[in-house]
């Protein structure tokens, strides 16, 4: 099930890690914080794939998020080392903050078919994410065709992808591998690398483990990863965007936006410039866009006024640039190229049922 | 294809371009896509990046690292030509963010799906010899095209000159948000509007050729963005000249709003001095002066200030304007409807909406608008705060009376920052 694979692309060297089975490996920044990133993934021993599924190596754990952010319907295998002794300190309503030497994977990858659960995925990329003395430095590696390694990529590139989804169509995703300068495109908070995923209400979820399911916040207090957290049920929880029993219309369109837009559109990231703020926590209506006119959406605004029309999606933007897949249109800026139909749903219900209207 | 100039063992003749203090990375045609984003991604302190003679194609957005005092140079506009017709990702061809000393210098960037270089919190920023352009632009199908063509946003210490922008469907050059900026000698034509000064502190805007855009050059204030109450901008010996090409943007984006043969516009802000321009044959007006309160957008921002106030024009000139108001547009339908009964029979060359601020202290001139010119030039209050919406009849309201505003300002200062010559 190689799609875009070259030929070649066949494992050269076997990295520590990268065989499964090889000899054992220790988790490290690999130079990483100090600026120099290895050439290929296996030197931070977080991850191989084996049999089509990501594996965590001795130490590294895996987890999961609420409500992630959308890639092109990609299926995501999270991974977190930390230093020996090193510890985060529970926050309740912030990202957390990782010791200098974390790191951090992303694996993206697409099952051939949707429909067949439990099937190989075909991993694409890991973004790794390492926590250094001056703030995160991240790029991004790209699996060969055999899964044995996965090379730098700084310059990034666009994959032509093609799968089967949940519902039987064919997809075929332009999917962007980001350069190493767009990783900062979404991981940046006023011009300085952040992490985004790691949030007490985000990792408050169960994770099935190899050894059984727990509670990731639980799991992360037992390990002594983290430090000062409470019970998970006195913990806040991000609703599941697409999970009616996790909370209401409301709550579940704002767990979207706060995964997927508001990285950028926080009033510190890059969307700063827009005055559109979609966080889970925002309050004003105008802020979160309700009867507020575009900035600098050019085209993008597609001859409507406002960013949300209350009742109204088919006259919010803020809908229309979800359901875009152009360059210049398409919400959030990189890594969509399909349009993620149920969210939109998801978003377009939360508007439908607003009360008020615009001039 | 990336070759390190300080690498190379047969010591070769450096290449001229590489000017900066660090490494120079240079490119030939035929340089792989992913070499050339690599490159942009990694450079370190006073590193160059260097094209050679070309067309270069892209399938993804070329964002820039983070790191000081890089360059990034062509052989020359027709000479290196970066074409983003393919891109599939980014909002904008180039991007760079939080870097100080920046230089983008000789190359063009052709046909990008959206901006085509745009840079945020970036302090003290060149952007020289620079053409943008797309392939629809004076075409009647442009309307995709693109949105804004050299686009800093919360930058400082701003110079961007000696370019040439022709096809936005937004604005050709556009601030926002920034400070201490210069904007002089570039070329804007075909574009929705030509220069656009937005939410902006302390702009020159100076020697520019602004001319075949919906409009000339744009001084705008919007509510709701972090720097707001945009002033100190001084906008002089331009040629404004047939600003007359229909307005293409997309409906809902602010410029849509501009009438088609509009020369200048400056909206919101306070203290601008516009001065030694030459308008000729901007077909619906050569100079307005309004409110925010005239594009009827609603507002919550308590901070933000709507009106224009301060504003100094004087000394112009004035050829041609105002003879055929765009019938398409609202403002300028209705500035039509009394062609033959304003002075000289075409529309106003300085054109202030009467729109006040209703705390101001009463008189003749509350917001203290100030014009200097020649007898020759129709100066009229449109008072579209007394049109009656129903009719729209601005013969009813409109006064062309220069004498409230027969007043002067100071000269305000030119823009000056480290680096800047003359």
């Known amino acids: 099930m190689r799609w875009w694979l070259a030929p070649f692309a066949f494992a050269l060297l076997a990295a520590c890690g990268g065989g499964g089975a090889a000899s054992p490996c220790a988790p490290s920044a690999a130079g990483a914080d100090k600026g120099d990133f290895p050439s290929s993934v296996g030197a931070y021993c977080m991850v191989s794939v084996d049999g089509g599924a990501v594996t965590p190596e001795r130490g590294v754990t895996?987890?999961?998020?609420?409500?992630?952010?959308?890639?092109?319907?990609?299926?995501?295998?999270?991974?977190?080392?930390?230093?020996?002794?090193?510890?985060?300190?529970?926050?309740?309503?912030?990202?957390?903050?990782?010791?200098?030497?974390?790191?951090?994977?992303?694996?993206?990858?697409?099952?051939?078919?949707?429909?067949?659960?439990?099937?190989?995925v075909n991993w694409i990329e890991t973004r790794v994410l390492v926590r250094a003395q001056d703030g995160w430095k991240g790029t991004s590696y790209v699996w060969?065709?055999?899964?044995?390694?996965?090379?730098?990529?700084?310059?990034?590139?666009?994959?032509?992808?093609?799968?089967?989804?949940?519902?039987?169509?064919?997809?075929?995703?332009?999917?962007?591998?980001?350069?190493?300068?767009?990783?900062?495109?979404?991981?940046?908070?006023?011009?300085?690398?952040?992490?985004?995923?790691?949030?007490?209400?985000?990792?408050?979820?169960?994770?099935?483990?190899?050894?059984?399911?727990?509670?990731?916040?639980?799991?992360?207090?037992?390990?002594?990863?983290?430090?000062?957290?409470p019970p998970p049920d006195q913990a806040p929880k991000l609703p599941v965007f697409d999970d009616p029993s996790t909370g209401d219309m409301t709550a579940r369109a704002r767990a979207y936006l706060q995964a997927n837009c508001s990285y950028c559109h926080n009033g510190n990231g890059e969307a700063r410039t827009s005055g559109l703020v979609l966080l889970a926590t925002e309050t004003d209506p105008y802020a979160l866009g309700v009867c507020k006119g575009p900035v600098a959406a050019g085209k993008a605004a597609a001859g409507q006024s406002y960013d949300v029309v209350p009742a109204h999606p088919e006259q919010s933007i803020l809908v229309y640039r979800m359901q875009a897949t152009a360059p210049m249109i398409a919400m959030p800026e990189l890594g969509r190229s399909l349009e993620h139909v149920e969210a939109v749903q998801v978003v377009s219900d939360w508007i439908t049922q607003m009360s008020g209207s615009c001039p | 294809m990336a070759a390190a100039c300080s690498s190379k063992s047969s010591a070769p003749a450096k290449n001229p371009l590489c000017t900066g203090s660090g490494r120079c990375v240079t490119f030939a045609k035929g340089a792989a896509e992913g070499d050339i984003a690599g490159a942009f991604s990694t450079v370190a302190k006073g590193d160059a990046i260097v094209f050679g003679p070309g067309t270069y194609a892209f399938t993804n957005q070329l964002a820039l690292g983070t790191a000081d005092g890089v360059s990034i140079v062509g052989s020359g506009p027709d000479q290196t030509v970066l074409d983003f017709a393919g891109q599939k990702a980014g909002e904008d061809a180039l991007f760079a963010q939080s870097v100080n000393d920046l230089r983008f210098e000789g190359f063009t960037v052709k046909d990008s799906p959206g901006n085509a270089i745009k840079t945020l919190s970036v302090t003290g920023l060149t952007m020289r010899s620079l053409t943008v352009t797309w392939s629809g632009a004076g075409t009647p199908n442009n309307k995709m095209d693109g949105a804004y063509g050299l686009y800093p946003v919360q930058s400082t210490n701003v110079l961007i000159e000696k370019c040439t922008i022709s096809g936005a469907s937004d604005s050709g050059v556009y601030v926002g948000q920034s400070q201490n900026v210069v904007v002089r000698d570039n070329e804007a034509f075909q574009n929705v509007s030509g220069i656009e000064i937005e939410n902006s502190f302390f702009a020159d805007v100076h020697d520019n050729r602004s001319h075949d855009n919906t409009a000339g050059i744009l001084v705008f204030d919007l509510p709701g963005?972090?720097?707001?109450?945009?002033?100190?901008?001084?906008?002089?010996?331009?040629?404004?000249?047939?600003?007359?090409?229909?307005?293409?943007?997309?409906?809902?984006?602010?410029?849509?709003?501009?009438?088609?043969?509009?020369?200048?516009?400056?909206?919101?802000?306070?203290?601008?001095?516009?001065?030694?321009?030459?308008?000729?044959?901007?077909?619906?007006?050569?100079?307005?002066?309004?409110?925010?309160a005239l594009a009827q957008m609603?507002?919550?921002?308590?901070?933000?200030?709507?009106?224009?106030?301060?504003?100094?024009?004087?000394?112009?000139?004035?050829?041609?304007?105002?003879?055929?108001?765009?019938?398409?547009?609202?403002?300028?339908?209705?500035?039509?409807?009394?062609?033959?009964?304003?002075?000289?029979?075409?529309a106003p060359d300085v054109l202030y909406d009467g729109i006040v601020d209703p705390n101001a202290p009463p008189g003749p001139n509350p917001m203290t608008i100030c014009v200097g010119e020649a007898s020759t030039t129709t100066v009229c209050n449109a008072h579209f705060d007394m049109l009656d919406m129903t009719t729209l009849d601005i013969t009813k309201t409109i006064v062309c009376d220069a004498s409230p505003y027969a007043c002067t300002l100071p000269p305000l200062p030119a823009v000056t920052f480290p680096g800047l010559r003359p």
């Open chain 1, 62 to 120: 895996p987890y999961d998020l609420n409500t992630p952010l959308f890639s092109d319907y990609a299926v995501k295998y999270r991974t977190v080392w930390l230093p020996k002794g090193g510890q985060v300190t529970y926050v309740p309503d912030a990202r957390f903050e990782f010791p200098v030497g974390t790191v951090i994977t992303k694996s993206f990858g697409f099952p051939p078919d949707f429909r067949v659960a439990g099937g190989p």
């Open chain 1, 144 to 229: 060969d065709g055999a899964h044995h390694d996965a090379k730098i990529s700084a310059g990034g590139e666009i994959l032509n992808l093609s799968f089967v989804d949940a519902q039987g169509r064919t997809q075929a995703p332009t999917y962007l591998v980001p350069s190493q300068a767009q990783c900062k495109k979404c991981h940046a908070n006023d011009g300085a690398m952040i992490s985004l995923g790691p949030w007490a209400d985000q990792l408050n979820r169960d994770f099935a483990y190899v050894d059984g399911t727990e509670n990731e916040l639980a799991r992360w207090s037992r390990l002594g990863l983290l430090a000062g957290a």
């Open chain 2, 225 to 292: 963005l972090k720097q707001e109450g945009g002033h100190s901008i001084r906008v002089y010996s331009n040629t404004i000249t047939h600003n007359d090409t229909p307005n293409f943007a997309a409906m809902g984006d602010i410029v849509s709003l501009v009438p088609a043969g509009t020369g200048f516009f400056v909206m919101a802000n306070h203290d601008v001095e516009i001065f030694q321009n030459t308008f000729d044959g901007n077909d619906t007006g050569a100079a307005g002066i309004i409110s925010y």
């Open chain 2, 298 to 346: 609603p507002f919550t921002d308590p901070n933000y200030v709507e009106y224009p106030s301060r504003v100094y024009i004087h000394g112009n000139t004035y050829t041609n304007n105002g003879t055929k108001p765009d019938g398409l547009n609202q403002i300028g339908l209705v500035l039509s409807v009394g062609l033959a009964s304003y002075p000289g029979g075409h």
